[in-house]
């Protein structure tokens, strides 16, 4: 059974900067897409980066690209996302997923196999 568990959320005034970990099992991950999610309260569930597994092939959106950094560690198993000068707008609950199809869909909720349950992360002004 495939588990994907995150922690690391909590709150932090802007500017400041919180890690979040994915601790991934049931499978293994080779040539799957990693990616972490976001859904603020209202608003649908929106893509913030991805990495191919045990690569330094990664991807972000234009609202994180040069303050996130997506990494992941195949011998823990576990997939990181660095937030640093957080801000208000980047309040949300944040998920974590695996995507068999690897690259070619890692921008696209819809074609991720697995979830993470969430963590919440706030950013105070």
């Known amino acids: 059974q495939v588990q994907l568990v995150e922690s690391g959320g909590g709150l932090v005034q802007a500017g400041g900067s919180l890690r979040l970990s994915c601790a991934a099992s049931?499978?293994?991950?080779?040539?799957?897409?990693m990616g972490w999610f976001r859904q603020a309260p209202g608003k649908e569930r929106e893509f913030v980066a991805a990495?191919?597994?045990?690569?330094?092939?990664?991807c972000y959106s234009e609202s994180v690209s040069g303050r996130f950094t997506i990494s992941s560690d195949s011998a823990k198993n576990t997939v990181y996302l660095q937030m640093n000068s957080l801000k208000p707008e980047d309040t949300a609950v944040y998920y974590c997923?695996?995507?068999?199809?690897?690259?070619?869909?890692?921008?696209?909720?819809?074609?991720?196999?697995?979830w993470g349950q969430g963590t919440q992360v706030t950013v105070s002004s």
């Open positions: 997923a695996a995507n068999h199809y690897g690259v070619r869909y890692w921008r696209r909720t819809e074609m991720y196999d697995y």
């Open positions: 049931g499978r293994t991950f080779s040539g799957y897409a």
């Open positions: 990495v191919l597994w045990n690569s330094a092939i990664t």
